[in-house]
């Protein structure tokens, strides 16, 4: 029997965590690991007391129409990546790799073009993470360098600033 990878056994263990995620769209499920322990788990769902989308049935952001990766304002969700560093301590954070899985709510799928949005982007790296580990496939995987966030700024217009 051949051993699984230390990436995709982590991934395994984020893609678990996101089974317990209530996001009618898409769901997602993170973990941050520093020398090779688990600091804290994070899954997309509304805050804690507030309902969620599978117990109220229904997606505002569907029912609006939004496009995917647009006016995450409206939703109630708190992202995966975001519920993650809320549980950890910046202490153990510094240095340590965030693995993210994600897959659609309606098919069960990987999501291909899975990454964080601009928001989660922001809390990763003033979190102090270095990497982040994304699944594209049951078994392949993308590393970001966090700094690679830091120095292509998406809030900059056109290039500006």
């Known amino acids: 029997m051949e051993r699984i990878?230390?990436?995709?056994?982590y991934l395994d263990i984020a893609e678990t965590v996101l089974e317990r995620a209530t996001c009618l769209r898409r769901n997602y499920g993170a973990i941050i690991v520093l020398n090779d322990?688990?600091?804290s788990t994070g899954y997309s769902g509304a805050p804690?007391?507030?309902a969620n989308c599978v117990d109220l049935g229904?997606?505002?952001r569907e029912q609006l129409k939004v496009p995917s990766g647009e006016r995450y304002e409206l939703c109630r969700?708190?992202?995966a990546e975001a519920n993650a560093i809320i549980s950890a301590a910046r202490r153990d954070m510094l240095g340590a790799t965030m693995y993210l899985v994600g897959r659609d709510a309606k098919t069960?799928?990987?999501?291909?073009d899975a990454t964080?949005?601009?928001m989660c982007r922001r809390l990763i790296i003033n979190a102090g993470l270095k990497r982040v580990v994304i699944r594209n496939t049951e078994d392949s995987y993308t590393v970001v360098n966090v700094r690679d966030w830091v120095f292509e700024d998406d809030s900059l217009l056109n290039g500006l600033g």
Do not use: A, F, P
């Open 58 to 60: 229904y997606c505002i």
């Open 116 to 118: 964080s949005c601009s």
């Open 37 to 39: 322990e688990i600091v």
């Open 5 to 9: 990878d230390k990436e995709n056994y």
């Open 77 to 79: 969700s708190v992202h």
């Open 108 to 112: 069960g799928e990987l999501v291909q």
């Open 48 to 50: 804690r007391g507030r």
